[in-house]
């Protein structure tokens, strides 16, 4: 006769265990299979997650100043000493590529909040009150949007002044208008919906109806808009800074160093690319995940 001391049943506890290790494994496998499916996808977060790290955080990356002045290492090629090589005042591209992250990203961000919070207004205004409101609203959008968008944004920063902010608030007042337009469809569409009479025929006032109901299930599908405005952000901001309406000297910013670089383009053609191909890989990293976050909204 077998006894139970010889086989002892397994406990609770190690029944527990046993069925969350079993449920990690296969959590890591789904999250394994969906990285391979969607490496892009992962390497775009990847190239984002790098680029605001270089923002916030450049110490960890670069450990020179990017405005010490070298006077025997100007122009010197990429090397193990300078991955990036040294511009003509012998300061490392490299720490000048990492530290203008900072610059290029919050303005970026800034430009993606002035461009949401204008056009949420206008745009909530428009769809929630309508008739005359309505009119006025969308005709403002239309002159808006017939003007080419960085002509509107070099005349606005001309106006406000030279600097990265005021550069920042151009291209974030000229992207008003696009979300202004996207947020008036969606209050339009949240309107009509049955929690929002149901808020209304309770006695809820309209702006408690707009602020708490409308407006908060009227920003989820402005996502993919908020992803493709930021990587237009940066490059708009670069390029005013290549037009010296940005970034001053000696602030190291994305533009602004591939606008000291240029001179050197023939001669010294890493003073150009390797800013360049910085701007170009984290945007195109910011427009693969709109098209992700667009999938997903349509699925």
């Known amino acids: 006769m077998t006894t139970t001391a010889e086989n002892p049943a397994p406990s609770v506890e190690a029944r527990d ?128 949007l017939s003007i080419p968008g960085f002509l509107l944004a070099i005349t606005i920063v001309v106006v406000l002044g030279y600097g990265i902010l005021q550069a920042a608030a151009a291209v974030g007042l000229t992207s008003s208008a696009a979300f202004a337009r996207l947020i008036r469809s969606e209050v339009l569409r949240a309107r009509t919906s049955q929690y929002v009479e149901a808020a209304v025929a309770s006695g809820a006032r309209s702006s408690t109806v707009l602020l708490r109901h409308v407006v908060p299930n009227s920003l989820g599908p402005t996502l993919s808009l908020v992803t493709i405005q930021f990587g237009i952000s940066i490059i708009w901001i670069a390029s005013l800074s290549f037009l010296g309406l940005g970034a001053q000297p000696p602030s190291p910013e994305w533009g602004r160093l591939v606008a000291d670089g240029r001179n050197f383009l023939a001669s010294k053609p890493y003073l150009v690319v390797y800013p360049a191909l910085t701007v170009a890989a984290v945007v195109l990293a910011g427009n693969r995940l709109a098209r992700h976050f667009a999938e997903r909204q349509k699925r």
């Not at 069925?19 to 969906?34: E, V």
């Not at 993606?112 to 056009?119: D, E, N, S």
């Open 17 to 144: 265990t046993a069925g969350a290790a079993k449920a990690s494994r296969g959590r890591a496998i789904a999250i394994l299979l969906w990285s391979i499916r969607h490496w892009s996808v992962v390497v775009a977060g990847a190239v984002l997650v790098v680029a605001v790290l270089w923002a916030l955080v450049p110490g960890w990356f670069a450990h020179s100043s990017p405005t010490a002045i070298g006077a025997t290492d100007k122009l010197l090629p990429p090397s193990s000493a300078h991955w990036f090589g040294t511009d003509r005042l012998g300061r490392d591209q490299y720490s000048r590529v990492v530290h203008g992250a900072r610059a290029s990203l919050s303005g970026s961000v800034v430009a993606v909040l002035i461009g949401v919070a204008v056009g949420s207004v206008f745009g909530a205004l428009a769809g929630w009150f309508g008739r005359w409101i309505d009119a006025v609203v969308m005709r403002l959008i239309d002159v808006v």
